[in-house]
């Protein structure tokens, strides 16, 4: 009888997980090329020259995006005059929103005065960007670069030349650029397998083979990978909050003992903080957990909406890099590294952030709470339980940002990558195939369930993204 019971429960459960979403996603889809035709026009033509009609599959939402035409604060304006509400800020780089005129005015007059583009050459501007970020952060040398993705690789050979060790342990979904060491335990596979495999074509077997696939989150499993391996990994690649592999803060004790078993083993320990340096104060994530790494890893935010990166740390990690050793990690190159526009903006919204910081981070995180609540609320009025993660005790401050997770049950605790992206526990359907559509016919913007508030964001912006989520909901009610 019993096993009968749980047999239909779980037959019940696995039904949960594969809703017909075919029609749903088709009246969207016809509602959004009947309200967006030049969005459409401007896609067709796109898709015959650049593969899939962009250069960011994120940002690509299925059958076509929104071309945006203009953007400030935090609004979109798209080729077929939709204002659209933003919570993906620039991949959540804008974090004073779009435009923000204390970067765009200083822009605009050194331009106009022909200074910004003569790259290529050294200048006071990165000297002035680095010692922000240096006494910002407490690390010793920076190294500034151009995207997140590079960082991250340049920041695992400085820790393979360091320790002269070559396995590199990572969480699963832990997102840290499409980088040879990182392109494994990306994607959830929900064969049992989880997070265990390989996440790209192209890349020698042996090199994949380096990289280690712990678990987010879980002292046990990470003590047991140190036991089994740690005199052989070369560095432990973490976010300290987890950020495309579910916007969840990792708890103290997790970040101490990773610490800690860098310390015993010889390892070094790198946090990726491309998404959270910057985020909850003017300054790294690490700090306000009272947990330091060897290295940090720092983007996003800190281009004030242009291309920089940097990774930084302790000098006698980073010096390897430098003549008197013979540049012995050798990261040389780099065209547009420290290019002098994306300096001046660097600059000035880290100098915004620092010198406002008291006014600016508090605001953020009582925006983010709001938006957080407007999600959850908005779907619960329209009989849909969504949670959102983001924020949670271990937090050492508020948060502004968020995913949105659709569980099955109530009680699910959602504080793991596995958690999150396991169809069993959540609805993976709603979240990847159906949200980004379903928000942008309601004028709201969010990239696979993520995003952030912005300074510029307000209340009555969290009003109507609870609109947009209650509509959301009774529309994905008639069909799940
Ligand atoms: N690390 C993390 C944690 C990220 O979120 C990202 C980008 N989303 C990257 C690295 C890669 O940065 P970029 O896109 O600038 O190459």
């Not at 432990?236 to 990792?250: D, H, K, M, Q, S």
């Not at 078993?261 to 990726?272: P, Q, S, T, V």
């Not at 609805?427 to 928000?439: N, P, T, W």
């Amino acid at each position: 009888m019993l096993l009968e019971w749980f047999d239909r429960i779980a037959g019940s459960r696995r039904s949960m997980k594969t809703w017909d979403h075919i029609p749903l996603v088709g009246e969207m889809a016809a509602e959004h090329a009947r309200r967006s035709p030049r969005s459409a026009t401007v896609d067709r033509t796109a898709k015959r020259h650049l593969v899939d009609g962009g250069s960011h599959t994120l940002r690509l939402l299925q059958p076509f995006p929104p071309r945006i035409a203009t953007a400030k604060g935090g609004w979109l304006t798209d080729e077929d005059g939709h204002r659209i509400l933003d919570f993906w800020q620039g991949h959540m780089a804008n974090i004073l929103g779009h435009n923000p005129d204390i970067v765009t005015t200083e822009l605009a007059s050194v331009f106009a005065e022909g200074f910004g583009l003569q790259s290529g050459l050294a200048d006071r501007l990165q000297a002035e960007v680095a010692e922000i970020i240096c006494r910002q952060t407490g690390v010793d040398r920076v190294r500034l670069t151009t995207s997140g993705t590079l960082a991250n690789m340049y920041a695992v050979m400085l820790a393979r030349a360091f320790t002269g060790r070559s396995l590199v342990m990572k969480v699963g979904g832990g997102w840290h650029g499409a980088q040879p060491w990182s392109l494994k335990g990306i994607r959830f596979r929900d064969d049992g397998s989880g997070f265990g495999g390989v996440d790209t074509d192209g890349l020698a077997p042996a090199m994949t083979d380096e990289v280690i696939v712990t678990r987010f989150n879980d002292p046990l499993r990470l003590a047991d990978d140190f036991d089994r391996l740690g005199d052989r990994v070369a560095c432990f690649v973490v976010e300290p909050l987890i950020g495309a592999g579910g916007t969840i803060p990792a708890t103290r004790e997790y970040l101490e003992l990773a610490r800690e078993l860098c310390h015993r083993y010889g390892a070094l320990l790198i946090f990726d903080e491309v998404i959270s340096g910057f985020r909850f104060h003017a300054g790294t994530l690490g700090a306000l957990y009272g947990v330091r790494p060897d290295l940090t890893v720092l983007g996003k935010i800190v281009g004030g909406g242009m291309p920089v990166a940097a990774f930084a740390g302790r000098a006698d990690i980073m010096d390897q890099l430098g003549r008197e050793q013979g540049c012995r990690v050798n990261v040389s190159g780099g065209t547009y590294s420290a290019h002098p526009a994306s300096m001046l903006a660097a600059k000035t919204q880290l100098a915004h952030l620092v010198d406002d910081e008291q006014e600016i981070y508090p605001r953020l995180a009582d925006l983010g709470a709001a938006m957080r609540k407007a999600v959850e609320s908005g779907f619960a009025e329209g009989g849909v339980l969504a949670r959102c993660t983001g924020d949670s005790d271990d937090l050492p401050t508020g948060s502004s940002l968020f995913m949105v997770h659709f569980p099955h049950d109530e009680a699910s605790v959602l504080n793991t990558p596995e958690a999150v992206f396991d169809p069993e526990v959540c609805d993976q359907i709603l979240r990847e195939k159906v949200l980004g559509l379903a928000l942008l016919l309601e004028d709201v913007n969010v990239v696979l369930a993520h995003g952030a508030a912005a300074r510029e964001h307000t209340e009555d912006d969290m009003t109507f993204l609870e609109e947009a989520c209650r509509r959301v909901a009774r529309r994905v009610a008639r069909f799940r």
